[in-house]
């Protein structure tokens, strides 16, 4: 990419609109009732928000947002988890600031750094191991957090960490993965999607053969496409193609970025310091089968949980009211939530849907609020 305008020229998306609207006009179905067209990750719902591409649809398409925003899945018994081990005085916490405010039972992690523990904002896990280097004295844990867009950057740190002979270095895991959640998504009878805009960056990682099977299990039109509005629009058009002529296959829009195999090197990088938990818990979605990674044996002597023998904390609802798990399954909208722009705001946020610059909630504060 040279320019950024190359991918916001107003002509081209005009030209894109144009055909969208031919081609839904055509299909039966989207006369009987709007398409519902899955975008995975929250970046793309920030996307959609921002330049307004949903305002410029037909009616016939709908988008559901999807459980691609790590933060917004984070369950209360992981953040309990972090903070029991930040609040111990030896420790230097890191994490992503996105992570800050995600509510735990005893809070957040900004509630704790107000009560005097060491948590620290990173832009890059590698930051962490200067402070390890720097504070021997110190225990500093980065939370690793994200899907397969954000895990080479940890797992490369952990090599790194390795190679340097760093003790008083160590990771609170929670990376997940997208594949098992789309299919447990789709496993589930009571969720009509009708087609999917899968992340660009995840694919970035993992290829898009990994997606086949959403086309050949369940019959579903798929497209990995970028983030900027003629990406979208571009991929939106590929779909409407697809269900116009009655075809459900993978196909790629972000192929400046995206290859159909992945990027082999962080591939490797992964598949030598992760392996495969046994399930994992997603706040609003319960637990998944194989959808969370835990360290590799060669790597374990880094896992702070057991370095620092945490408890085990049980998964903790959300409140009743709270309808986070209907968003993420696309069952229904952020504003049709009841604590939606009162309860929960970004100032005062109740489900980590709010809290993400990612969260499909936070998007429809900024973008819509007023507006349904």
């Known amino acids: 990419m040279q320019y950024v305008d190359e991918f916001r020229d107003p002509e081209l998306a005009k030209t894109l609109l144009a055909h969208i609207r031919h081609k839904v ?35 016939e398409i709908e988008f559901v947002h999807g459980p691609g925003c790590p933060v917004c899945v984070l369950p209360m018994g992981r953040i309990d988890g972090c903070i029991e081990i930040a609040e111990r005085p030896e420790v230097i916490f890191c994490t992503y600031g996105d992570a800050m405010r995600v509510p735990g039972r005893n809070g957040s992690l900004l509630d704790a750094k107000r009560r005097g523990a060491d948590v620290r904002i990173v832009y890059s896990p590698l930051d962490t191991l200067t402070f390890a280097e720097q504070n021997p004295d110190k225990q500093v844990v980065f939370f ?11 797992a490369l740190t952990l090599q790194q960490a390795k190679r340097r002979g760093l003790t008083n270095f160590s990771i609170f895991c929670q990376h997940i993965t997208i594949i ?4 447990s998504l ?3 009878p009571d969720v009509r999607i009708d087609g999917f ?35 979208i629009l571009q991929a939106l058009a590929m779909l409407v193609d697809q269900i116009h002529d009655g075809r459900c296959e993978v196909e790629n829009q972000y192929k400046r970025i995206v290859s159909q195999q992945g990027n082999a090197l962080a591939r490797k990088a992964l598949d030598d310091v992760f392996e495969l938990k ?6 609003g979605l319960g637990s ?7 360290l590799t044996p060669a790597y374990r002597e880094f896992d702070a949980e057991l370095r620092f023998n945490t408890q085990e904390h049980q998964e903790v609802a959300d409140d009743p009211l709270a309808r986070c798990g209907d968003v993420l399954t696309g069952r229904c909208k952020p504003n049709d939530c009841p604590l939606f722009g ?19 909630c936070a998007a429809y504060y900024q973008y819509r609020r007023g507006l349904a």
């Open 197 to 231: 805009l899968a992340p660009g960056h995840v694919s970035m990682v993992i290829g898009t053969t990994p997606y086949g099977f959403i086309a050949e299990d369940f019959h579903k039109p798929l497209v990995v496409t970028g983030f900027e509005p003629l990406d």
């Open 144 to 154: 690793g957090l994200g899907f397969e867009t954000t895990m080479p950057s940890t």
């Open 288 to 294: 998944i089968a194989g959808s969370g990674v835990q």
């Open 342 to 360: 009162t309860r929960c705001t970004p100032q005062n946020a109740f489900g980590a849907l709010m809290v993400s610059s990612e969260g499909a």
């Open 278 to 283: 046994e399930s994992s818990e997603w706040r």
């Open 25 to 59: 006009s055509a299909i039966a179905k989207a006369s009987e009732r709007p398409l519902q067209l899955m975008e995975v990750c929250g970046g793309h719902t920030h996307a959609i928000y921002k330049f307004g591409i949903d305002q410029l649809l037909p009616p």
């Open 180 to 183: 098992p959640t789309l299919r």
């Open 186 to 188: 789709l496993e589930q």
